[in-house]
């Protein structure tokens, strides 16, 4: 028998889940640098650039697995997209709304769960949904012009690369923190049966 999650959050939460949005906020701002510099390497299918975007939910998804929370994929996604755009990133604050629908999508299979389930297939839907955010929005913001072939593509390959980088790379990193006893004052860190 599953046991509602608490949803008040304790001081505790707030300076975790603010810590993972931050130092995630600095990861962003290497990443937009990497992304900016390998987008030669997609010019003969730009789509395939969705490829590599994962690492840009994987807040929307870690938020939720550690602090287990309403609202922690929404929070640290949008803090940490806030973080990168104060840094400096080179899409201004269009990157916070961007933040802000990649942690709804996060949000949402944990949500879907009425916050009772915190596994790998939670996760994985979790990044898959981040992932079809983010594209869409890619598609209305700065691909419209593009063939809907390749703006599918496109969703669909960033998509992907949430289930894979965000969904399991989320899940196996709340692990090995866990593992490490970083995480034991959250369920997450007690929690054995993540899988």
Do not use: C
Not at 133 to 143: H, I, K, N, P, R
């Amino acid at each position: 028998m599953t046991h509602p999650t608490p949803t008040r959050w304790r001081t505790l939460d707030i300076v975790v889940a603010s810590v993972i949005a931050v130092a995630f906020g600095v990861v962003f701002w290497g990443w937009n640098q990497l992304y900016t510099g390998v987008e030669g390497a997609f010019t003969a299918f730009p789509p395939a650039k969705g490829a590599i975007a994962g690492v840009w939910f994987l807040p929307a998804v870690l938020g939720p697995l550690v602090i287990r929370k309403p609202g922690a994929g929404v929070f640290t996604e949008t803090v940490a997209s806030t973080v990168s755009a104060l840094l400096g990133a080179q899409w201004g604050f269009t990157t916070v709304l961007y933040g802000l629908l990649q942690g709804v999508g996060g949000e949402a299979a944990f949500a879907g769960t009425a916050y009772r389930s915190f596994r790998l297939p939670a996760a994985l839907v979790g990044g898959t949904l981040a992932g079809l955010a983010a594209g869409w929005l890619d598609v209305v913001m700065y691909y419209a012009d593009w063939s809907p072939g390749w703006q599918v593509a496109h969703v669909a390959i960033t998509a992907a690369s949430g289930l894979v980088i965000a969904g399991l790379g989320g899940w196996a990193l709340t692990r090995a923190l866990a593992q490490t006893g970083a995480l034991d004052r959250f369920p997450s860190g007690r929690d054995r049966s993540l899988v």
